[in-house]
């Protein structure tokens, strides 16, 4: 193997040797203190090493690339992608490899003490070797340029998080989870590597050589589109589709409510913050850069975005399990940053075009997969935090904490205030993006763009239940023992809060960050002006979030001081004159808005239908086509013939293309 030439190269490959440490002394890593900070250490190390090459990459637009020759047998003369491996970090690839970075961070800083929960039990030997090599795999995925090896890498990032989401194996439903994950997952990935090697053989038979790397399939793509229009559509959505279910967008969710609530809390922070947007990473890169794009795709992913923000949120109002109503919510967001990208493909193809909507509507998507990561893993890591301290998640039960939990009340009000879109937080921001982007079009987008907003009240409405349930109101049960967690777990907790703020108060700092992948995506940005606390757009509208956070937050001290403060501290509930304690007259939270269930029946209802067909039935067909392929794969006559008739097979199809002109002599 070529040893990397300098400290650049060295720099894309540092994340991953950090990664390895805990990996290869996983078999000695059972419990305690020494084996909990070897594996938080390094997965942290690795994460910050993580931010830097996106750093170094953003502030300068620095070339980072690296090709790694893994034999020297067939470099020239057998043209195979196992001989080499190639790694670059390009704009678009930036931006995911910093939300990777950061959440990681905090991710793996909140281990050093919440790993304690799993030690007695479990053991840390699976999470030493899986967690980093989730990290690593995840890496790989961004920093890969070359079409086989990202299909590699991403079934290894598949493999590596199913064993995550079932470390409590102990427990039934947990396995149950990672199961359903693995297979949906694992299954409907077979259709994006359909869609890869079609787009791979393409690209070789035309150019008359094996390509696989980003830059040669994407030139045979773009041409493919008006030379073989069918099989154009069909290589894209067979990519799209196997990118929708890692990407959880409706109907093709269902594992994600099961995999991310059983999963450790830090891994259901990486789960949803990161490894979620990795499908949109990829329909980024296929339908910008990839492909050409088309408004019949910017329709698709609209409508598939719309439906399963709207779909995931109502979904959530009505949990009582603290982490699947997070769950749920992860669909409701991505499905926001789906309607983005599906908004900028719709301006850009539509007539007449509207190049500044586009770019606007790319950097709404890309904004909001980056608020997203910060505000939703905090979101698990508060809840994770409440479950390490009361061993419950259930918010029939919980209630009180703030007073006991104070930073973490104080954490978990930012999160919430960022996922409802709240001035000023960073949620806020990139949400008027895609307001601003979809409702000043004529067409179908100014629709998308309303229920957007209304969907975004639904939030709201969602998380003053979970965060009264868990910190506000009196708690049904009493909880002794409760307590503020562990100083690791504050602070993991506290960076992705500040982030949080950061991004909201300074979307200039989001621009810097997200702008070099609107450039290499050809997008026109000028219109789109970051101050150094705004951001506009030229003719459309514009947005101070720094002056909001002035007025607001001096006008909500005020208006605390004269309505209430001590003088409301008092006051008791009024029971209409029969004695009870507080607890009798707090609602549960299974009651909080069972007006939408009843308003809306139809949704519920297809939820369940869709449960049922999809999870259920499905299961138990591939239980049986499984079986059946057992008997046939190990039928000894079966496969002698089949081996037979595979060479006949293959010269039976080769004729054929010589005879059709596909194959050249």
């Known amino acids: 193997m070529k040893v990397p030439e300098n400290i650049t190269q060295f720099l894309l490959l540092a994340p991953i040797i950090a990664c390895l440490p805990p990996i290869i002394l996983s078999p000695a890593l059972r ?20 931010v830097a090459v996106a750093t170094y990459y953003m502030l300068g637009s620095r070339e980072l690339k690296l090709t790694l020759r893994l034999t020297s047998v067939g470099s020239r003369h057998v043209p195979w992608p196992l001989t080499a491996l190639s790694f670059g970090v390009d704009g678009l690839s930036g931006v995911f490899i910093l939300m990777l970075g950061i959440v990681g961070f905090a991710a793996s800083v909140y281990s050093v003490s919440y790993l304690r929960r799993l030690e007695e039990e479990y053991g840390l030997r699976l999470l030493a070797a899986t967690y980093p090599a989730f990290l690593a795999f995840m890496y790989l995925v961004l920093i890969v340029r070359d079409l086989f090896w990202f299909l590699v890498f991403w079934e ?84 799209f589709a196997g990118l929708m279910v890692k990407a959880a967008l409706v109907p093709l969710h269902n594992w994600l409510p099961d995999a991310h609530p059983e999963a450790p809390s830090n891994v259901s922070a990486l ?11 990829m329909m980024f890169r296929l339908f910008l850069y990839l492909t050409t794009p088309t408004i019949v795709w910017g329709a698709v992913l609209s409508a598939v975005g719309a439906l399963t923000l709207t779909y995931g949120t109502l979904m959530a109002l009505k949990q009582t399990d603290s982490k699947r109503l997070l769950a749920y919510h992860s669909v409701g967001q991505i499905g926001y940053i789906a309607l983005g990208l599906g908004a900028c493909l719709t301006l850009l193809t539509m007539r007449p075009p509207h190049p500044l909507l586009a770019a606007v ?28 301290v009361t061993g419950s998640r259930n918010l029939n039960a919980l209630g009180g904490l703030g007073k006991v939990m104070p930073v973490t009340a104080v954490t ?52 003053i239940k979970f965060y ?73 509208s514009s947005n101070m979030p720094a002056l909001i956070a002035a007025i607001m937050f001096p006008a909500a001290g005020i208006a605390y ?36 269930e009843e308003e809306f029946p139809w949704l519920y209802r297809a939820g ?58």
């Open 31 to 50: 419990r305690g203190v020494a084996s909990r900070l070897l594996i938080s250490v390094f997965s942290a190390l690795s994460s910050l090493l993580m």
């Open 156 to 239: 290894l990032m598949t493999l590596a998080s199913q064993f995550l989401v079932s470390a409590e194996f102990r427990r039934p439903l947990a396995v149950r989870a990672g199961l359903k994950y693995f297979m949906l997952t694992k299954g409907l990935a077979e259709l994006m590597i359909a869609g890869g090697i079609a787009a791979m053989i393409a690209a070789s038979l035309s150019q008359g050589t094996l390509i696989t790397s980003f830059e040669g399939v994407a030139r045979v793509m773009h041409g493919l589109a008006s030379v073989n229009a069918p099989l154009w559509w069909l290589v894209t959505a067979l990519i």
């Open 361 to 388: 509507a790319a950097f709404a998507s890309l904004y909001h997969a980056l608020n997203h990561s910060l505000f939703k893993s905090l979101l698990f890591l508060n809840a994770g935090a409440v479950e390490y």
């Open 561 to 596: 001081a004269l309505i209430g403060g001590r003088a409301r501290q008092g006051i008791t509930g009024w029971a209409c004159g029969a004695s009870a304690p507080l607890t009798a007259l707090s609602p549960p939270a299974k009651s909080y808005y069972e007006v939408f």
């Open 271 to 281: 789960l949803s913050g990161v490894m979620i947007k990795l499908g949109i990473y």
């Open 468 to 540: 009264t349930s868990l910190f506000g109101r009196p708690s049904k049960r009493i909880f002794k023992e409760a307590r503020e967690v562990p100083a690791s777990m504050l602070a993991g907790q506290i960076i992705l809060a500040a982030g949080c703020v950061i991004l909201g108060v300074l979307p200039p700092i989001a621009w810097l960050v997200i702008r070099p992948a609107l450039l290499e995506a050809g997008l026109s940005i000028e219109g789109i002006n970051a101050g150094l606390a705004s951001v506009s757009v030229t003719g459309v």
């Open 412 to 463: 978990a009000l930012i999160a919430s205030f960022s996922i409802s879109g709240i001035p000023p937080f960073n949620g806020f921001v990139s949400k008027w993006l895609i307001y601003s982007s979809t409702m000043t079009v004529a067409g179908y987008l100014p629709a998308c763009g309303f229920l957007a907003m209304f969907i975004s009240s639904v939030t709201t409405a969602s998380f």
């Open 608 to 665: 369940e239908v869709l449960h049922e067909v999809v999870v259920v039935r499905g299961s138990r067909t591939l239980s049986a086509v499984l079986s059946k392929a057992q008997w046939v794969l190990e039928s000894p006559s079966l496969m002698v013939a089949v081996a037979a008739a595979a060479p006949l097979i293959a010269a039976l199809a080769s004729l054929v293309m010589w005879i059709s002109g596909v194959i050249k002599p």
